[in-house]
């Protein structure tokens, strides 16, 4: 004979389960959906990232120059200026392992690719590569076709919104509530009306510079020094072998951020700079960090150019690619 008591337990421990799970899709439907339509809303609100990786794809037949580095990079050159057909594939935070896999991955699909452009920036090999969790990693499968994971890759792994939602929220706020043009772009992604900034906020009125917090890294660290020396010998290699010119730049820097750098990072970095010179062939070097030529007026902060600064930068840049030939 059946027992009851089992029977009576599994029929309620079935209904918790059944009522526990009609519940939790009640719940996480909406939700579901609710990140679906911010997605969607990503893929249809123009960004950098989206911009870059378009003209990428359309240009990739064409495009002679490739620009890497972080965000002081991103902010200092406007291919636009540049004669060569060119496109910047810096952003915030990127460092050279990125750079490095980007470079990797795109190189077959850019014929004519003839000149990379990699940032020495002060205090740049003193500072932590990325790691296998950078946030971008997704936007970069996504918008430009390379997988930085290090593994295959899965279907969540094309998912914008969720790589940095904090990010991609102000996004959508700024164009479709706000509405004010703050995300604005030129056909080469670049960030054409970045003006506002500490720098505007001041009145560009030098003394406030002084009184102001500049962030800025001293800390010297002889191991991440080594290792990320090691690191950028072995992309240059690469470089050399494919026979690609190299450009290493470091772009300007106001006063109040120069005067506050650590000379012993400075003369380490200098030092490597040296010997790259003296070790490789066409390899080429613009440190604009204490040009006196970019004025407070064509800085946001103390160590990024505004739209007009990067103008000035770029032409720079661009003679010295000319004077290659």
């Known amino acids: 004979m059946p027992d009851q008591k089992k029977n009576l337990f599994i029929f309620n ?13 009640l719940f996480f439907t909406p939700v579901a959906i609710f990140c679906v339509l911010l997605e969607l809303l990503i893929l249809n609100t123009p960004s950098s990232f989206s911009i870059i990786g378009n003209y990428l794809d359309e240009k990739q037949e064409d495009i002679e120059i490739v620009i890497f580095g972080s ?32 470079l990797n991955q795109t190189r077959n699909r850019l014929k004519k ?34 997988n930085l994971k290090d593994r295959n890759t899965y279907p969540t792994d094309y998912l914008v919104y969720v790589s940095n939602p904090a990010y991609f929220s102000r996004l959508l706020y700024a164009n479709y509530i706000k509405k004010d043009g703050s995300y604005t772009y030129n056909d080469y992604g670049f960030y054409k009306n970045k003006y506002e900034g500490k720098f505007k906020t001041l009145n560009y009125d030098t003394i406030q510079f002084s009184k102001s917090y500049v962030k ?37 820097t ?32 613009l440190n604009s960090e204490e040009d006196m030529e970019f004025t407070a007026k ?10 007009d600064g990067a103008e000035l930068f770029t ?4 003679d010295l690619i000319n004077s290659l030939e």
């Open 315 to 318: 032409l720079q840049l661009n």
């Open 71 to 102: 965000s002081q990079i991103k902010n200092s050159i406007n291919p636009k200026f540049l004669d060569k057909s060119s496109i910047n594939l810096s952003s915030g935070m990127q460092h050279h392992n990125t750079d490095f896999k980007i």
């Open 13 to 25: 421990f079935n209904k918790h389960i059944s009522v526990f799970l009609k519940r939790g899709l």
């Open 113 to 146: 690719l003839n000149t990379v452009v990699f940032e020495v920036s002060y205090g740049h090999f003193e500072v932590n590569h990325n790691s296998k969790y950078y946030w971008k990693n997704n936007v970069f499968l996504k918008y430009y076709g390379v």
């Open 254 to 285: 106001f006063n109040n951020y120069n005067d506050l750098r650590n000379p012993f990072i400075l003369k380490r970095r200098d030092s490597i700079l040296n010997i790259i010179s003296e070790k490789y062939k066409n390899i080429y070097f």
């Open 216 to 252: 800025i890294n001293r800390r010297a660290d002889k191991n991440i020094f080594k290792y990320n020396v090691s690191f950028f010998y072995n992309m240059l290699d690469y470089c050399e072998n494919e026979g690609l010119n190299i450009v290493i730049i470091s772009p300007p």
């Open 298 to 307: 064509m800085f946001w902060d103390e160590k990024h150019l505004n739209p």
